[in-house]
């Protein structure tokens, strides 16, 4: 039983292994950097797609806001018009009351004498003075019809203003909304907006990187270095080395000669220190045939005068970047070989002494992948080749 698994286990292991390693090894085609063209052409047609749907969201959005405030407006206004009415027939009221009140009290002393009767009402006679007394019971009868007509009258209005009260706080409610979400799309497009030339950026250099291979004679399913833009390829036999000067029988060598280690791989240090006690300008010499790949000192996040070697190890890429130089012996596309003079030994970047700082990758360079994270984990420890 326990023999089973471990059986089990050992096939599964090599099946990861043929499975995993042709996929790890497999270097870049020009066809994958057609493809990243493709790919960052299609994200900045999406985004500027993104772009000008959100800007006409926006407008909708900026033309409802419009709306709703106009209908405020409109409520605000038949509000105040209800108000008006109801101010109206609380004075018509007030109007009529002090009109009865006055003409009661015009009957009243109308009882109280004849003499008062025909001072107040001027009657001539007794018939005239009963029409009259009837005209004023008529009309005090009328007044407080009206009153009663204004009272419900009044009443409706003020039921009609809670009304729009109400949907007046509906409607401020509804505005809110609205500018909340206009915010939201401006704050999206700002975003989209932020993003368009970083992607601008990735099309430029991916573009550049399909011309360049192109020149070079690359078609659409060459691998770069091995089909095309052919690297040399390293072997252990080389002609006239200086003395002193030993290659490994897989054609890899230290970068300088003599100078000691000064920190080792590993522990977080992604590469091999190299140093002569301090002392600045010492020729570096490229660990193995290739092609230069890179110089220059945009690459790290320091500033680092670097350069980069591609070399191909029977049909591997392996990389190899020298940092911190104080200048540069090579320029891109140079092919070079162990006696070749890359550079000299400096302190340029994140460094506090001159050094050289060796860093080595299978399969991927420092531009050959897509993130950082990537490319670190094709990071070895530079030993795994130079091996003497
Ligand atoms: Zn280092």
């Not at 009529?96 to 006679?125: D, H, L, P, R, V």
């Not at 590469?271 to 790949?293: K, L, M, N, Q």
Request: hydrophobic share 30%.
């Amino acid at each position: 039983m326990k023999n089973k698994v471990i059986t089990i286990t050992s096939f599964l292991i090599i099946l990861f292994a043929f499975v995993a390693l042709p996929k790890d090894v497999s270097a870049v085609t020009l066809k994958q950097y057609e493809e990243d063209v493709n790919k960052y052409v299609n994200e900045l047609k999406e985004k500027e797609s993104k772009l000008a749907k959100s800007k006409e969201e926006v407008e909708q959005v900026k033309k409802n806001i419009a709306t709703i405030e106009s209908q405020i407006t409109e409520t605000t206004n038949n509000i105040k018009t209800l108000e008006d009415e109801i101010d109206k027939s609380n004075k018509e009221i007030d109007n009529k009351k002090e009109q009865s009140k006055k003409i009661i009290k015009y009957y009243q002393i109308m009882n109280e004498g004849e003499s008062y009767i025909e001072y107040i009402f001027g009657a001539t006679s007794i018939t005239d003075m009963i029409y009259r007394m009837s005209v004023v019971e008529q009309l005090t009868d009328y007044n407080q019809k009206v009153v009663k007509e204004l009272t419900d009258l009044i009443n409706k209005n003020k039921a009609k203003k809670e009304e729009l009260a109400k949907k007046q706080e509906e409607l401020s409610k509804l505005k809110k909304n609205l500018q909340s979400e206009k915010e939201r799309i401006e704050q999206n497009i700002l975003s989209i907006e932020g993003t368009i030339p970083n992607t601008k950026d990735s099309i430029k250099a991916s573009q550049s990187k399909v011309d360049y291979y192109k020149a070079k004679g690359c078609k659409s399913n060459d691998v770069i270095g091995i089909d095309c833009a052919v690297v040399p390829k390293v072997s252990g036999s080389s002609s006239s080395l200086p003395p002193g000067v030993t290659v490994g029988p897989n054609g890899f060598r230290l970068p300088i000669v003599g100078g000691r280690i000064s920190q080792g791989y590993g522990g977080g240090h992604k590469g091999v220190d190299f140093s002569f006690w301090g002392r600045c300008g010492e020729p570096i010499y490229a660990v193995a045939a290739g092609t230069v790949y890179y110089v220059g000192s945009g690459k790290d996040n320091y500033g680092a005068k670097m350069v980069l070697i591609v070399h191909n190890v029977n049909g591997r890429l392996v990389f190899s970047q020298y940092a911190h130089l104080q200048g540069y012996n090579v320029s891109e596309g140079q092919n070079v070989d162990v006696n070749t003079v890359i550079g000299y030994m400096g302190s340029t970047g994140y460094s506090s002494g001159c050094h050289l700082h060796l860093e080595m990758s299978n399969d991927y360079g420092w531009d050959y992948n897509a993130s950082y994270n990537t490319y670190i984990k094709h990071i070895v420890s530079p030993f795994t080749y130079i091996q003497l």
